[in-house]
């Protein structure tokens, strides 16, 4: 049986390509590894009970607040090393310390497991995946779900943007092979490194899951359905609202579901108070299991998908909530961003608010919408074709 270990600094539950690809693995006949960090605490109780059914071995580096000690002490390292790789050097090792908090934890579980393959999901990963390929003179990959070096900003002399080019530069023409996310974001890596050719694997679900299968009928209420780990400002929310409010004479419901922090959450109860929304209007649903968003979404008409056109990496990004909202049988509604103009194929508020008017007084298009929508995901964008995509990659490789 071969050995696959894949490694993150974050954790599976606020990365659902990585436990997808865990599973995909494990029922492949792969022994699978997880090495992970602690990252939000919804998260911890949620990796909780999908540790209960993984087929697949987590392994916690670097402590939680539920372990302080350990935890503490990987912070303040962090914010040391932090400010040497703002102030002095990359180099002598300062950059991976200060990219990830517990990078020398994860490096150490990771170390202590020989594997045929170490396959890291995030650029803190990056450098633990080549090194422990090394030790054990075995392979190593990269599965590229964002641009790294222009994912916070596109300011070329940023500190964000240095040290994460910093380490693509150093570690990724190590790789035996790359995945990416989009279509865009292979093109960009490709460019950068000829020598890589990564291969994309679209951040598609499982056809298992429940999906809308109802016709929507007139004059019922239009529910709208967007979801990420955080709910902020700056992502398109605020314009829907906007949107909304400026469609009298209609019942249209926006559900946020997400992380969302009492400041944020006043800001676009205000905001929605100011366009004229009834309280009922603007929903709050806390994060849930990655696997209980597609019931959630499928009570709901449209999916929105309010992706930014800076920094660069948002617009060249083409995120999960697409495909969800295909999976659950949602029309969609997406910003015109790169990537997701080249799958769809504008952003002010007049516009949007034209194309929900038209969703929400012509329901026949609406319901050819949702169903084109299922049929797209059922017959090409499903994760039971793209792991078969990736089973082969790693066949290949070792």
């Known amino acids: 049986m071969k050995t696959i270990v894949l490694i993150s600094s974050g954790q599976p539950s606020v990365n659902p390509r990585l436990v997808k690809e865990a599973d995909a693995l494990s029922s492949f006949g792969y022994k699978v590894f997880v090495i992970y960090s602690f990252w939000t605490n919804w998260a911890w109780y949620s990796d909780i009970n999908l540790f209960e059914n993984a087929r697949w071995i987590p392994i916690l580096g670097g402590g939680s607040p539920f372990e302080k000690i350990e935890f503490l002490i990987t912070r303040i390292r962090f914010k040391i090393f932090n400010l040497m790789a703002k102030f002095l050097t990359f180099n002598l090792g300062i950059a991976e310390i200060a990219k990830g908090r517990a990078y020398i934890e994860l490096l150490r579980k990771t170390k202590s497991i020989k594997a045929d393959l170490y396959i890291a999901h995030n650029l803190a990963a990056l450098p633990i995946a080549v090194k422990a390929a090394k030790l054990y003179h075995a392979k190593c990959g990269f599965d590229a779900e964002d641009f790294h070096r222009q994912e916070v900003t596109d300011d070329k002399y940023s500190f964000d943007y240095k040290i994460n080019k910093y380490l693509e530069d150093k570690y990724l023409k190590q790789l035996d092979y790359m995945t990416a996310a989009s279509p865009l974001i292979a093109k960009e890596y490709k460019e950068l490194y000829p020598q890589l050719n990564p291969v994309l694997i679209n951040n598609v679900f499982s056809i298992k899951y429940p999906k809308n299968t109802k016709f929507v009928i007139p004059n019922s209420p239009l529910k709208m359905f967007w979801f990420s780990q955080t709910i902020g400002i700056g992502r398109g929310i605020e314009d829907v609202i906007k949107a909304i409010g400026l469609l009298q004479d209609t019942t249209i419901i926006l559900s946020l579901l997400g992380e969302c922090n009492e400041k944020t959450k006043i800001l676009l109860i205000e905001l929605a108070y100011l366009n004229s929304l009834e309280k009922s209007q603007l929903l709050f649903i806390d994060p849930v299991q990655p696997e209980e968003i597609f019931e959630i979404a499928s009570g709901h008409d449209i999916g929105l998908a309010l992706e930014q056109h800076t920094p660069f990496n948002r617009d060249i990004c083409l995120t999960n909530k697409i495909f969800t909202y295909l999976n659950s049988g949602l029309a969609v509604i997406a910003s015109e961003t790169s990537a997701q103009k ?45 792991s078969k995509k990736l089973i082969e990659i790693l066949k290949k490789v070792i």
């Open 342 to 386: 080249q799958f769809m194929e504008d952003g002010d508020v007049e516009k949007l608010a034209e194309i929900i008017n038209d969703f929400y007084y012509n329901r026949d298009s609406l319901n050819i919408c949702k169903s084109e929508a299922l049929k797209l995901s059922e017959e090409k964008y499903n994760w039971e074709i793209e």
